[in-house]
């Protein structure tokens, strides 16, 4: 066969191995066998789920860190609690002594009152904001204390507000039952009124969420007065209806060592892996209420106040209840925060299995991608090198000069 | 038989190698010369001179030159090329949207990716309001990403368009060089010569009109060539070009028509002008469609999820993406966009209650749940991926197959039209000879001249 020009064939086998040293070059410098989509379209795809997963990953474990001071925190308020019945259980005990004198029954309740603040503060534990035993009603303190009678700002002699003034549409008025431990949510629809409110409220009380006697009437001063509440140990009221304006307490009607629970019985649940979520809080409606924790702190107030031996041993005996039921609730957070720690490890290990992976998918390992290159420069250098030999090569070089 | 006939044959010799050293000497000078053919030499025996019953050889005669073709390799040539350029027109647009699909920081995949951890985030403190901005600034990055990518695709195939205009002009150039050419060759061929230079000229015109579109080429009995596009709308005939226009089409983009204004854009399959149209029409609004139901689809079904849950003011949730329709999902990646800037509209709760986090477990299901095509979210992008991923590589291959198979194809041509210098060395060594053996042979008649004019002389001495 006759032969052309070698000059093109050279210049392509050229162009080849010098591509070819680029791509292992490029190997060698980034670690990755994938640089573009095109390089390996399946594994460029199954990437993309890959790293998906590796982000969902670090944020559960970003989740489990968050949770786990938060829960921590949680489960160290209900261990004060323990402490605080436990010493409330040691003071009844004492109480309860026929030898005590009143003098000293009287210094063990208020040894108690403190006692039961104590455990009310760390009812109302919060942890970066978020107050840890509201249920998810979680931006205001769960336990207030309690009145018999609150009134709205809104209203005033010269205008009254009257049965038949409008609700604003959706607002909500919330009043929360300290003996009852139940509350009523009222949202307004247009257009009732406070005739409407004060149904609710009698429907309520004929329910047995609020206690009886809790009324809503307006008072000689204009204002929305909702209670007396008869009860033993009051109400709290809220609102942020703008007709209403704020609800306070009425001067002078505050329960002694009540309070009434303003959260909710809902918890979260927050995805710690793909599968697999925790509850992430414990509603004080079961931690506290549920165990009587601070009835039976107020009760044992009161027994002590009174004096009587029986009735002191009685309301110990029911703060040992209370006790029991703590302990039983911190169960289910104790769960929580160990399946945290576990899987907290378990993602430690799923971050490098992932890791793993996306390098079989797209990456070489460093002697892969120097052995490549020094493949691809051998490569070239063949090709030079024969270029070099071969291209110069013509019979004029052998014809003498002149 | 006489010593000048002698001469004449001598002189005729030195003519016909004159004229041979100079085809060498052309074929040297025009070794590198894109698409020269090599000429030959054409001697021929002068017709002998007849003496009675002696026939005499007169001498060599220079009939011409002869350029070495091989036409059936040269239309390969032509097809290969076609086709070559068709695949680069593709793989270079390829190139240029693959990087908008390509993990990155600011890829549909990696924001979705992180909207979902933010919306996780949030869900550990559900009330916070710094996780609450980082769920909106997540939706943004999104709704940019999809924003961005959708214009990758539209500017390229902006810039195809353009591209069209451009190729359509070259080829009218061209087809006028062509027809321009054909009456020169055909005088040529008509007086018996080879077309020679001018086809060489004309080949190489097609050539480069085969790097812009398929086109079938036709021989005429007088050498000239007819040149008509893929599905036979004529482009040349005879010394006559026919000019193809562009014109808007109803999708916006420029369709090809005809000198007679018909539209045979869907006809024009190869060479850059091909490969531009079947990617402006075909590739980018094929990812476009797919880009575009994506950010659809997933936008409503965040919406819908954001519908069913209340806010942080305890009202149901107003749309978090800005979206077309259902019924309108064209353009959607490129116009979707966050309509919340409140976080507290974030609608986290399924309790009314701004603490609640039930309908964040609902928002991150959507990573994991099917949207109208039957897929996930990100399997869907990831199928995407694939797609660019494997059109590009594709087309990587085809070029790189082709351009071998053009390498293969042109040593075959150089092998039989190629000038090799070592063997015009050694026709030039030939020629050389043969003009320094006739030289010396009008040496020797001289010489020869001499004696006889001397033999009169000699005696008178």
Known sequence: ?402 | MSLSTSLSIAVQALNADTGALQGTNNNIANANTPGYSRQTVIFQEATPTENGSLSMGDGVVLEGFQSVRDELVQTQIQQQTQSQSGTNAQLTTLQQIQPAFTTSTADIGTQMSALFTSISSLSAAPANSADRESVIAAGQNLATAFNTTSSALTTAQTGLNTQVTQDVSQINTLTQQIAALNPQIAALTGTGQDGGTLEDQQNQLVLKLSALTNVSITQTNNGGETVTTGNGTALVVGSQSYALQTAPSGSGMLQVEDSNGKNITPTLSEGDLGGTIQTRDTTIPGLLTQLDSLANQFGNAFNAVQNSGFDAYGNAGVNFFTIPSTSSIAGSAASISVGVTDPNLIAASTDQVAGGNGNLTRMTALQTAALSSGQTPGATYSNLVYQVGNLTSTATAESSATAASLLQLNDQLSSVSGVSIDQESTNLIAYQQAYEAAARVVSTIQSLFQVTLSMGTAGAN
Do not use: C, W
Not at chain 1, 310 to 332: D, F, K, M, W, Y
Not at chain 1, 364 to 371: C, D, E, I, P
């Open chain 1, 1 to 402: 066969m006759r032969v052309g020009s070698m000059v093109p064939d050279a210049q392509y086998a050229m162009q080849q191995s010098q591509a070819a040293l680029a791509t292992a070059l490029q190997q060698v410098s980034t670690s990755l066998r994938v640089n573009q989509l095109s390089d390996d379209p399946a594994a460029s795809a199954n990437m993309v789920s890959s790293l998906a997963e590796s982000a969902n990953v670090d944020q559960y474990t970003k989740n489990i860190s968050s949770l786990q001071s938060q829960m921590q925190t949680a489960d160290a308020s209900l261990s004060d609690v323990v402490t605080s019945l436990n010493s409330a259980i040691t003071a009844g005990t004492s109480g309860a002594s026929g030898t005590v004198t009143l003098a000293n029954q009287a210094a063990t309740a208020t040894q108690v009152q403190g006692l039961l603040s104590s455990v009310v503060a760390s009812a109302n534990t919060s942890y970066q904001g978020t107050y840890l035993f509201g249920g998810t009603s979680s931006s205001t303190p769960p336990f207030v204390q309690a009145s018999t009678t609150f009134t709205s700002s809104a209203g005033s002699t010269a205008t009254p507000l009257s049965m038949s003034t409008l609700l604003t549409p959706d607002m909500v008025t919330t009043i929360s039952d300290a003996a009852t431990g139940g509350s009523l949510v009222y949202k307004a629809s247009s257009p009732e009124t406070i005739g409407d409110l004060a149904t609710a409220i009698t429907n309520a009380v004929t329910a047995g969420t609020l206690s009886a006697g809790t009324t809503a009437t307006i008072n000689a001063a204009g204002h929305l007065q909702i209670g007396p509440n008869s009860g033993t140990d009051g109400i709290v009221v809220s609102t942020n209806d703008p007709a209403l304006g704020s609800m306070t307490a009425a001067s002078g009607t505050d329960v002694a060592n009540s309070y009434a629970y303003v959260g909710n019985s809902s918890v979260n649940s927050v995805q710690i892996g793909d599968s697999l979520s925790v509850t992430t809080n414990l509603p004080g409606s079961s931690a506290f209420l549920g165990t009587n924790v601070m009835g039976s702190l107020k009760g044992l107030i009161s027994a002590l106040q009174s004096g009587s031996s029986v009735q002191i041993g009685a309301a110990t005996a029911a703060v040992s209840t209370a006790l029991n039921a703590v302990g039983e609730t911190r169960v289910p957070l104790d769960n929580s925060i160990s399946e945290l720690n576990s899987q907290e490890t378990f993602l430690g290990q799923e971050t490098v299995n992932l890791k793993t992976a996306q390098t079989a998918l797209v990456g070489v390992t460093l002697s892969t991608a120097a052995t490549n290159l020094s493949q691809a420069e051998l490569d070239n250098n063949a090709v030079l090198a024969a270029s070099a030999k071969v291209l110069p090569q013509t019979l004029l070089s052998y014809l003498a000069p002149g």
